[in-house]
């Protein structure tokens, strides 16, 4: 995970430093890898399933699952929400661009 920088705060720089110091060996400069998977793939599989866009465009997953909150007691659980991104916006133009050549 990339700590991001903002501004010059100084309670933020000694989160960081804290979080360098506590994990020496993890690299902090690769950004972290998109979250791709679904977490509830028989939900997540259907046609009608919710999506929707960030501000910049990228398409992710919305789709509400029931989880688990107590692993003695499956009657525990509350709504969580997918998130996983499903299509970046450079995919979403190229996938277009594909669609008018093959429609034009
Ligand atoms: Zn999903």
Not at 2 to 12: T, V
Not at 71 to 76: A, F, P, S
Request: glycine share 2%; with cysteine; net charge positive.
């Amino acid at each position: 995970m990339a700590l991001e920088h903002i501004g010059d705060n100084q309670k933020l720089k000694l989160l960081i430093k804290k979080l360098e110091e506590k994990y020496p060996h993890y690299d902090f400069s690769t950004p972290a890898p998109l979250d791709r998977i679904c977490k509830a793939k028989h939900e997540c599989n259907k046609p009608d399933k919710l999506m929707y866009y960030d501000v910049k465009g990228n398409l992710y997953c919305g789709q509400k699952f029931q989880q688990t909150i107590d692993e003695t007691n499956i009657n525990r659980w509350e709504w969580r929400t997918c998130n996983a991104l499903v299509k970046t916006v450079e995919e979403l133009k190229l996938s277009r661009a594909k669609q008018n050549k093959f429609f034009n």
